[in-house]
Nanobody, 124 residues
Framework: QVQLVESGGGLVQAGGSLRLSCAAS????????MGWFRQAPGKERDFVAT????????TYADSVKCRFTISRDNGKNTVYLQMNSLKPEDTAVYYC?????????????????WGQGTQVTVSS
């Protein structure tokens, strides 16, 4: 059973920063790609960023490029999302997800395991 637990969300002013963490329960964490997605009220779940199994390849949504950074520490079974220069439109519940393949994807349907989500609220 794979469990993903996000943390690090909260309330921040526009222009501020947050770092989200996602801890995975499985020891084979380092074999699989991970992704971050977000969902605002009344909207679909949107892709934010993905990282391949080694951390050597990353992809970002255009809306977060140059502001957000995804990284992973396979020794700690954890993936991170550093969010800088936050905007009110970044407000959403953020989810981490794991694939059963080693390379990343921007499609939610390509991910098999999901965390419970963490709320990020950016005030103007």
């Amino acid at each position: 059973q794979v469990q993903l637990v996000e943390s690090g969300g909260g309330l921040v002013q526009a222009g501020g920063s947050l770092r989200l963490s996602c801890a995975a329960s499985q020891s084979t964490f380092g074999s699989y790609a991970m992704g971050w997605f977000r969902q605002a009220p009344g909207k679909e779940r949107d892709f934010v960023a993905t990282v391949n199994w080694s951390g050597g390849s990353t992809t970002y949504a255009d809306s977060v490029k140059c502001r957000f950074t995804i990284s992973r520490d396979n020794g700690k079974n954890t993936v991170y999302l550093q969010m800088n220069s936050l905007k009110p439109e970044d407000t959403a519940v953020y989810y981490c997800a794991r694939r059963v393949l080693g390379y990343g994807s921007s499609r939610p349907s390509d991910y098999n395991y999901w965390g419970q989500g963490t709320q990020v609220t950016v005030s103007s």
